[in-house]
C-alpha cells in the first residue's frame, strides 16, 4: 500500500512540472590551464656504418692458403697452408678497408604535454520572479536559461486544529460509570 501511495506522489509531481525560462544577467567564464598531450617528431641525419662485405678476407684467405700449400712440403704443408689461409684472411679484411658510412634520415617522436587555458565552466547569474539566482553551468547558457519548476510537498502534516475544552456540565461520562446513588 505504502508502495502504491508513493508511486502516486511521485506520477503527480512530474505531472506537476513546469518549465518556465529566466533572464541571464552574467555569464562568466572559468578559465584553466589544462594539459593538452601532443606527439612531436624531428627529422636527424646520421651518419651509419655499412658492414663490410667479407669478399677482402675470403679473397685473402683462398689467396694465402695457395702460398702456403706452396712453400710447405710433408707434414709442414698442412701447417703452412693454416697459417697462409689465417694470415691472407687479415691482411685481405685490412685491404678491403672499411666503407664509407651512409648518412640516413631518422625521424624520432614523443609526447609533450602542452598547456592551453580553456573555459571548464561558466558562473550564470539570472533573474526569476523578481529575484536574482547563481549556478555554476557546463556551457554557457545564452540569453535565457530554461529551468524546471517542481512543486516541494512538505512531509511534515499540519498542526492539529487546537482542543476547546468544553464546560463540565456539558460532558458526557463514559458508558459504565454512572455516578452510584
Known amino acids: 500500500m505504502t508502495r502504491?501511495?508513493?508511486?502516486?506522489?511521485?506520477?503527480?509531481?512530474?505531472?506537476?512540472?513546469a518549465q518556465e525560462v529566466a533572464r541571464v544577467i552574467s555569464s562568466t567564464p572559468i578559465i584553466q590551464q589544462v594539459a593538452v598531450p601532443r606527439q612531436v617528431c624531428s627529422h636527424q641525419q646520421v651518419a651509419v656504418q655499412a658492414p663490410k662485405s667479407g669478399a677482402g678476407a675470403a679473397m685473402g684467405a683462398i689467396a694465402g692458403g695457395a702460398?702456403?700449400?706452396?712453400?710447405?712440403?710433408?707434414e709442414g704443408n698442412a701447417?703452412?697452408?693454416?697459417?697462409?689461409?689465417?694470415?691472407?684472411?687479415?691482411?685481405?679484411?685490412k685491404i678491403e678497408g672499411s666503407p664509407s658510412p651512409e648518412v640516413r634520415q631518422v625521424q624520432s617522436c614523443s609526447t609533450q604535454?602542452?598547456?592551453e587555458s580553456r573555459a571548464v565552466a561558466?558562473?550564470?547569474v539570472y533573474e526569476y520572479a523578481g529575484k536574482q539566482y547563481s549556478v555554476q553551468?557546463?556551457?554557457?547558457?545564452g540569453p535565457t536559461v530554461r529551468l524546471q519548476i517542481t512543486p516541494v510537498i512538505t512531509s511534515t502534516p499540519p498542526p492539529p486544529p487546537p482542543v476547546i475544552p468544553l464546560p463540565a456540565q456539558h460532558m458526557v461520562?463514559?458508558?459504565?460509570?454512572?455516578p452510584v446513588m
Open 67 to 74: 702460398i702456403g700449400n706452396s712453400i710447405g712440403r710433408g
Open 4 to 17: 502504491f501511495i508513493v508511486l502516486i506522489c511521485c506520477s503527480i509531481a512530474s505531472l506537476a512540472q
Open 137 to 141: 553551468m557546463p556551457q554557457d547558457p
Open 122 to 124: 561558466y558562473n550564470v
Open 79 to 93: 701447417l703452412a697452408t693454416a697459417i697462409g689461409i689465417f694470415g691472407g684472411a687479415i691482411l685481405g679484411n
Open 113 to 115: 604535454n602542452f598547456y
Open 173 to 178: 461520562p463514559p458508558p459504565g460509570s454512572a
